[in-house]
Nanobody, 113 residues
Framework: QVQLAESGGGLVQAGGSLRLSCAAS??????MGWYRQAPGKQRELVAT???????NYADSVKGRFTISRAYAKNTVFLQMNSLEPEDTAVYYC?????????WGQGTQVTVSS
């Protein structure tokens, strides 16, 4: 069973930056990424990165967020710049491989106006 552990959330002012990290508990060759869930809303895709390095972003974060991956450390990162109050949510790390989905516990990101 793969376990995912996030870190890096917190409180930041609008226009600021945060970097999220997620480490897998074992070697992981599947797709990794980030989803988020704001209060009263459904969980939504933020960004994913495949085993081969292909990336996919939600339109709302394109140009502001960058996903990257350190394969040797089984870690995925999300660099978030120009944060907006609308980015406030719990951010969940995601891992998908062999038709199985794995989720982290979530980390809170709060952007104040």
């Amino acid at each position: 069973q793969v376990q995912l552990a996030e870190s890096g959330g917190g409180l930041v002012q609008a226009g600021g930056s945060l970097r999220l990290s997620c480490a897998a508990s074992q070697t992981f060759f599947g797709t990794m990424g980030w989803y988020r869930q704001a209060p009263g809303k459904q969980r939504e895709l933020v960004a994913t990165i495949s085993a081969g390095g292909s990336t996919n972003y939600a339109d709302s974060v394109k140009g502001r967020f960058t996903i990257s991956r350190a394969y040797a450390k089984n870690t995925v990162f999300l660099q978030m710049n120009s944060l907006e109050p609308e980015d406030t949510a719990v951010y969940y790390c995601y891992g998908g491989a062999d038709f199985l989905d794995y989720w982290g516990q979530g980390t809170q990101v709060t952007v104040s106006s």
